[in-house]
């Protein structure tokens, strides 16, 4: 599981997401950003991020996101 900035110095984030889903399809991504835009999520969602959370994070959302990539990984190994 990777937790993956939008915005990072030198780099994009949705082209790092791109170039993890092309090599590791298997990993689940969640995106997280400050400056989130519908359109930005459903592009992540389009380029396979698993969910994609606004800043500030709200606990209980990721922790619940995290288990549902956990068993969303879990299937895709039975």
Same mark, same amino acid.
């Given at each position: 599981?990777? *937790?993956?900035?939008?915005?990072?110095?030198?780099?994009?984030?949705?082209?790092?997401? $791109?170039? %993890?889903?092309?090599?590791?399809?298997?990993?689940?991504?969640?995106?997280?950003?400050? /400056?989130?835009?519908? +359109?930005? !999520?459903? @592009? !992540?969602?389009?380029?396979? &991020? *698993? /969910?994609?959370?606004?800043?500030?994070?709200? /606990?209980? @959302?990721? %922790?619940? +996101?995290?288990?549902? &990539? $956990?068993? &969303?990984?879990?299937?895709?190994?039975?």
């Amino acid at each position: 599981m990777i *937790f993956l900035d939008v915005r990072m110095p030198g780099m994009n984030g949705m082209e790092v997401l $791109k170039r %993890i889903k092309n090599e590791r399809p298997d990993i689940s991504v969640i995106m997280i950003t400050a /400056h989130g835009s519908v +359109q930005d !999520a459903v @592009e !992540a969602i389009k380029e396979g &991020a *698993f /969910h994609y959370v606004e800043k500030p994070i709200n /606990h209980e @959302e990721i %922790i619940s +996101q995290i288990e549902k &990539a $956990k068993d &969303a990984y879990r299937w895709l190994k039975i």
